[in-house]
Structure formats: C-alpha cells, structure tokens
C-alpha cells in the first residue's frame, strides 16, 4: 500500500514539473509573509516638474549606456501622458493578485516642492492619502519608501544635495513630514533605496543625474569619482540615523512600525578559484551593500574599503558612531536581482568596471564562453537563483539574522519594433526567473534566514531609468499610448501561487495535498 502511494506521488511530482508547475508553494514560507509588487513614485507616475533625477544633465553622450536620442524623445512623450499609479484601477489589479503588500516611495518633491525652505504641498498629501486609504480598505499593507532617488530640485540647486551636510536636515523635516502625515496608517519605512548603486551612477559614472563624475571613471564637466561617492553616501548614512532617531524618539511609539533601509545585494562569484578573485569577491561585498549596512549595524565602514580609500573615506566621529550604535534599524531590505564574476583588479590589469571600479574588481556574466545563466531583457542582470539562497545566508551570517525583506526581484523583457504586445504577454521567462528565486529564497527562508517578505518588481511595465521604456519589468503590460493594462501570464502564475492553487489544481481533496507537503 505504502509503495502504491509512493508510486503515485512520484508520479504526480514529475507531472508538476512536465507541466512547468513549481515545485515552490505559499505554504513553504510563513503565513504572515508578505507577498507584493514594488515600485518607485519616478518611474510609475507622471513626471514630477520639481524633482531632480534625469534632468538632461544626466544624458551626456558619454553616459555609460550612450543613450540613444530617439529613446529619449520617446520617453518624453510617453511620459506627458504617463497616469499617476494611484488609480481605483491598479489597486483592484493588486487585489485581484492576491498581494497582502504594496511597495512604492512618496515623491519627496510632491510633498515639499522646495524642501525645508517652502510649504507642504496640500495636493501631494492628499494623493498618497488616497493611495493608502485605498491599499488598506482592501487590506494591502502599504510598504514606504521615503526617498526612491528622486530629490527636491531647490535642494540641488541650492547646496549641492547629497554632497552638502545640509541635505541631513532636509532629509530628516522631510522624513517627520511623512511620519506625521501618514504614519498612522503605515507599519512599513524604508528610508532610502539602495544608495549603494544609485550614488555610484550619479557621482562615480555620472549616468544619472546630477551627471557627475571624473577620469578614469567616466567623463562629466563636473565632479571627482574617487571622493564624492562617499561623501554623497556618508551624508546618506547620517541622514537615515536622524530619520530612525525622529521615529523613534517621537512616532514609533504609538504608530507602531518598522524603519529599515533598502540595499542592492548583486551576488557575487570568483571568476577563477584564485586567492586574489575570492578576495575580490570580499571586496565587491564591502563596497557593495556593506558599505552603508556596516555603519548602520556594525557602526563603522568595512576595512577593505577602508584599506582601499584610505583619507577618501569620511571619518565617523566618536559621537556619530555612538549615534549609529544606539539607532541601527528594525529591519533590513534586499533588492536582488542577478549574481556576476568577478576577477582581481589590484594585481591584474582591467578595464574600469562601470559598478566595481571602485572595489578594484571587475565584474563579467560569462566564463570560459559560458553565461552565469540565462540572459534576461536587461543586460546587467542574468537569471542565477542559487544567487538569491546565497545572498541571503551572507547578509544573515553577516548581520546576526536581522529580519530582513526582499524588496523588490524581477524580470524585464527588452523592447525593440520587431516584438509584439503577444510577445510580452507569453512571459514565461519571468515565471521560470521568479519560480526559481522563490525556490532559492524558500531554502534560505528553510535554513533559518528571519525572511518576511517578497515584492516582485514590478505592478506594471514602467520608467526603467536610463533605458526608458525599453526595458519591461511589469507583470501587466502598459499599453504606452492608451495606458491599457493587460495581464502576462506572470499575473496568473503569481495568482495561483497566492492562493496555493497552483498545487491545489492537482490535488482538490485537502488530505492529498497535506501528504504532498509532508513528501
Ligand atoms: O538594481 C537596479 C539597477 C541595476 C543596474 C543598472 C545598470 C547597471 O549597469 C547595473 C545594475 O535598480 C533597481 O531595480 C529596478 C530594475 O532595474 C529599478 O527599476 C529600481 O528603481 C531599482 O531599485
């Protein structure tokens, strides 16, 4: 009798993997997880006057991706008639889903056109007071991003925004200013997105804006890559410790939230099994998320990148770190997408790596003629899922088990005139990606990694920075002219891993499907 059940479960489990249905399912994480879509306030809404991020600063032709003219001019277009991601519409699309999560950031330019030195705009508030309203009538938790890049413009013009102690300031009035009017319906704040790439773009590359950089990282009027990158990320560092201090001395109390930051964690792998590669691979950690987690948690920078740096590290002072020792975070956010090589660049010769340059590495997606894994739309980011299992377990180890969030994991499909609207909407390239993630995560999650979240990036196709409109990340297709929305087969994958369905199809007598859970 034993042997028969063995013998059917067998081969029901190798039907669920000729069908192409995922061997991962809701059950295998915990049952307050929550399961969301993620997006930024710039890149899924109208363009906002006031802000600054791609202003044509940032489109020099020797910005790393040479951005082409016509992208641009259509990105321009398409924007004007871009509608706000508030719409009744997009929350039912959520609802629909099945989320029990939304991640998006408040344009801080909508809030304070002029930062510190001007009014609340009473229009901004009441919009992300709609959104909320209706994120949590339909009991979706609102996750928060305060600041997804995108700064006042006044502040840039100003002081020289990130580059200026005096953006700490701005930073935490604007932070209270999102504690007090919303922070009665919000349980979930990031401070920041991943400061670990995005200063690096704007000051090291100068591909985005402000567009500053120097030789040999880039080629910008303005700008040193070898200095401004930490000073931009140390006013960074500070600015989130006053933030959590704000909501913890005078918010957190009787709202009742999380405060955490978010961080790209790209894994990383020796390009050869060399002494220097493993050690370019400690170095690519440390000047990757470490960077700012190590202060935050540890209360000070990593010594690779102070060994590297030397005098162009900031110093923290005996005050400051005693600040950072007694603020820290509640939580920690992850945004992995893709793992590379890396290979030595102190006792090697290299070409200057657009992200690692500054660890002295070098970052490849191939080996000896072999890809790291399948290629995805987006040419920096390649489909490795033992990458996700990876990260997690070192930031874990590194970290003391901090409970941590993935903030945002995707796909994007690359655009060009030859693909079609039907082309889009048969992803399946994105269920293998995000099957295969989940699976990774649910063994890290299985191994004892404190993981309470997953946000697909993203509701819908949008505003991929550099590459525009380009690059498709979206579980619903947008219809860029019309604003049509139209679901991709992610939407029902993601649908049915939800509500358990996907296995639920095989089995509808509950018991088998327990019996299935226990094999
Ligand atoms: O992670 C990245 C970008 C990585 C990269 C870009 C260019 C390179 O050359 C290398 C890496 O952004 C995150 O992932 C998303 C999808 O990209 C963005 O839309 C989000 O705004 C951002 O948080």
Redesign the pocket.
């Known amino acids: 009798m034993a042997a028969a059940w063995l013998v059917v479960l067998l081969t029901v489990h190798r039907l669920l993997h000729l069908s192409g249905v995922s061997a991962v399912d809701r059950s295998q994480f915990p049952p307050d997880f929550l399961f969301g879509t993620s997006s ?1 306030a710039y ?1 899924a809404r109208r363009r906002n006057l006031h802000s600054t991020m791609l202003h044509n600063k940032s489109l020099s032709e020797l910005c790393f991706f040479r951005l082409k003219a016509d992208i641009w001019r259509v990105t321009k277009v398409s924007a004007t008639g871009m509608s706000s991601l508030t719409s009744k519409e997009d929350i039912e699309l959520m609802h629909s889903l099945g989320v029990n999560s939304y991640r998006f950031s408040i344009s801080w330019a909508r809030i304070l056109p002029k930062g510190r030195f001007g009014d609340v705009n009473p229009d901004g508030v009441a919009f992300y007071n709609a959104l909320i309203d209706g994120l949590v009538q339909k009991g979706i938790q609102p996750f928060v991003t305060i600041c ?1 890049y995108d700064i006042p413009h006044e502040l840039d013009e100003r002081y020289g925004g990130w580059l200026s102690p005096e953006i700490q300031k701005d930073f935490s009035y604007f932070a209270e200013v999102c504690f007090k009017l919303f922070g009665d319906r919000i349980k979930f704040w990031t401070t920041f ?2 400061p670990n ?1 995005s200063i690096k773009f704007s000051y090291m590359d100068g591909f985005y804006s402000p567009g500053r950089c120097s030789e040999p990282f880039g080629k910008c009027a303005l700008g040193n890559s070898s200095i401004e990158p930490y000073i931009a990320g140390h006013n960074i560092i500070l600015s989130h410790v006053n933030a959590v201090s704000v909501y913890r001395n005078k918010y957190q109390g009787k709202q009742g939230g999380q405060i955490g930051i978010a961080l ?1 964690i790209t894994w990383y792998e020796p390009f050869r099994n060399t002494t220097i590669d493993l050690l370019a691979v400690k170095r690519a950690l440390s000047f990757g998320a470490s960077w700012f987690l190590d202060p935050i948690l540890l209360g000070d920078y990593p010594t690779e990148m102070r060994e590297v740096l030397g005098q162009s590290l900031p110093k923290f002072t005996s005050k400051q770190k005693k600040r950072l020792q007694s603020t820290k975070l509640d939580f920690i956010g992850l ?1 992995h ?1 893709t793992t590379c090589y890396v290979k030595d660049c102190i006792f090697s010769p290299c070409e200057i790596d ?2 690692n340059a500054d660890a002295r590495v070098f970052s490849l997606y191939e080996r000896d003629g072999v890809p790291i894994g399948k290629a995805t739309g ?1 040419p ?1 980011f390649h489909d490795v899922p033992r990458g996700m299992e990876e990260a997690v377990t070192y930031y874990k180890q590194r970290y003391n088990n901090t409970p941590t969030y993935i903030t ?1 994991n995707g796909y994007s499909q690359a655009s060009n005139s030859n693909v079609t609207a039907k082309d889009f909407t048969n992803d399946t390239g994105r269920i293998t990606y995000i099957q295969g993630y989940l699976t990774s995560l649910a063994s890290a999650i299985r191994k004892g990694a404190d993981v309470r979240g997953y946000f697909v ?1 993203s509701l819908l196709d949008d505003f ?2 550099n590459f525009g409109y380009t690059l498709r ?1 979206g579980l619903y297709h947008v219809h860029y002219k019309t604003l049509k929305r139209t679901p991709k087969l992610s939407v029902d994958w993601y649908r049915k891993f939800l509500t358990g369905s996907l296995l639920r199809r095989k089995f509808r007598d509950e018991s088998q499907l327990h019996k299935f859970n226990s094999y």
Request: glycine content about 0%.
């Open positions: 930024s890149q997804h997105n991943q790439l790209s945004n997408y657009p992200v987006a920096f945002e990036w991929e920075w990340f």
